[in-house]
């Protein structure tokens, strides 16, 4: 498999380097396999649910073969997914699919784990040690250091703006041992983030050490992704008569984005052959893809803080990769947007729990009161030619061709659920009157000293922690 660039598209690469630098130094572009390899019928048309890692072999073997054996593809598939992707009927037309079933309880695991797999299967014969250097408002880091926590030859560094993150997030990123240490830096997101860049550029420090990234922009943290949309789809698409007595619905994912790594993965699951009709990108105040779709004008913003924290996205990375496979045209044919506020999340959250019994967490809910307020009038009234105002929390004015199946009801929604509800207790509590029941190893992590060291927001001296640490190793 070649991979190409969403800024050169005569650029040609392997998964190895695609993987080990992240983004592309020469153009700032980022990486996408130059064609999108099409699923094997024999796995499309199967008609019991295959198992999730079945799936996740069968799918990365397609962009790994060349580089990587089946019996070492499959090991590091068994070794990444000793948890599973549960697809939940909630509802005669809704599953919750659960992504927090990793060791950090969001969906990122499933990125951050096949990367770190990845990278240090492509790195195993140098010599040096690699390191990671990661800045991180709250999921990611925490993902992608129990990612790497224990793999030979990786080293990572977590910078993670000092008391600006949830306790439970705090206490995830601050307690790691061994090969992955954390710095809580004096200063917000940005500042920790431009820490990184500039150690990035500090040629003085690169001669030294080598240094990588781990931030969502790698292609190895988007392709596992898509191994939950095409299992999710196959599973709901073999089961639905039986649960809903509906003869082939419309299957719809509904997508809680912020970066829009997750709806990109579930784009590339569509292209290669993942019976998904549809798709509802579903975000927060922090609207810039609902705002594109509705005008037409991309106009990244600064980040606004809301209840679904990992979705405070002003300016979404993967928009890049999106217009590199569609123009807005051709997405609004099937991708539908909306967006609400802290009290529509509020209101999903408690929505969902008076009509199913099932407890979501903030950001799962911001995709479940997009399915709810579709279902029940949201398109109908686009349909009869009342449209939305984009100023106003619902549906974005563009009708996707699978709108009548909704009206018919013909449609079957799977809302992707990131987070555990246990991570956003107080948000749940305050929505439903009840605290989610903490998961075993959330309840450790409460237990464990903290080992994080503080750091002013000061290049000299992050620097200078980098000069004495890593040379440890
Ligand atoms: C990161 C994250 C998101 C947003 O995913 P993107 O790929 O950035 O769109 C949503 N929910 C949770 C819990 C997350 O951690």
Redesign the pocket.
């Known amino acids: 498999m070649e991979y190409t660039d969403t800024r050169d598209g005569s650029v040609r690469t392997d998964l190895k380097t695609a993987v080990l630098s992240g983004m592309n130094p020469a153009t700032g572009g980022l990486y996408i396999p130059v064609r999108i390899p099409r699923l094997d019928d024999a796995l499309l048309n199967k008609c019991y649910g295959p198992s999730f890692r079945d799936v996740a072999f069968e799918t990365a073997k397609l962009y790994c073969a060349d580089e990587i054996p089946d019996s070492d593809l499959q090991e590091i598939i068994a070794d990444c997914y000793p948890f599973n992707a549960p697809v939940v009927p909630v509802d005669p037309v809704t599953y919750i699919l659960e992504l927090f079933h990793g060791p950090t309880c969001?969906?990122?695991d499933f990125g951050a784990r096949f990367m770190a797999r990845l990278m240090a299967y492509f790195n195993r014969e140098e010599k040096k040690p690699l390191h990671i250097l990661v800045a991180t408002s709250?999921?990611?880091g925490s993902a992608v250091g129990s990612a790497f926590s224990g793999v030979e030859g990786i080293n990572v560094t977590i910078l993670y703006p000092k008391g600006k993150i949830s306790y439970l997030q705090e206490k995830q990123l601050s307690t790691f041992t061994g090969n992955v240490r954390s710095l809580a830096v004096e200063g917000n997101f940005d500042d920790c983030q431009r820490l990184v860049k500039t150690a990035f550029t500090d040629t003085a420090l690169r001669k030294k050490f080598r240094l990588s990234s781990a931030n969502?922009i790698n292609i190895a943290r988007l392709l596992p992704q898509s191994f939950y949309y095409v299992y999710a789809a196959l599973s709901v698409k073999c089961r639905s008569l039986h649960d809903n007595k509906i003869e082939n619905p419309s299957i719809i994912a509904i997508v809680?984005?912020?970066?829009?790594?997750?709806?990109t993965s579930g784009l590339i699951a569509q292209k290669m052959g993942a019976p998904i009709t549809g798709f509802v990108a579903a975000t927060n105040v922090n609207k810039t893809v609902p705002d594109w779709l509705a005008s037409g004008r991309y106009e990244p913003r600064e980040s606004k803080s809301t209840l679904?924290n990992?979705?405070d996205?002003g300016a979404p990375s993967n928009h890049e990769r999106i217009t590199a496979m569609y123009t807005r045209d051709e997405l609004k044919q099937f991708v539908a947007s909306y967006w609400t506020d802290d009290e529509g999340t509020l209101e999903g959250i408690a929505s969902c729990h008076e009509r199913t019994g099932y407890i979501i967490?903030p950001?799962g809910a911001v995709g479940w009161q997009a399915w709810y307020n579709i279902r029940k009038g949201a398109m109908l009234k686009l349909m009869s030619g009342f449209p939305n105002s984009s100023e106003n929390p619902g549906l974005t004015a563009n009708i996707p061709f699978w709108a009548q199946s909704i009206l018919d009801n013909k449609a079957v929604g799977i809302v992707l659920e990131?987070?555990h509800p246990a991570k956003f207790g107080e948000t749940v509590k305050r929505a439903t009157g009840r605290e989610p029941a903490i998961p075993d190893r959330l309840e450790k992590i409460l237990n464990l000293p903290d080992r994080s060291v503080s750091i002013k927001n000061d290049y000299a001296e992050f620097s200078k922690w980098l000069q004495k640490n890593l040379s440890g190793y």
């Open positions: 969001a969906f990122k709250g999921d990611t969502s809680p984005s912020g970066n829009f790594g997750n709806l679904s990992a979705m996205v967490d950001h990131t987070a």
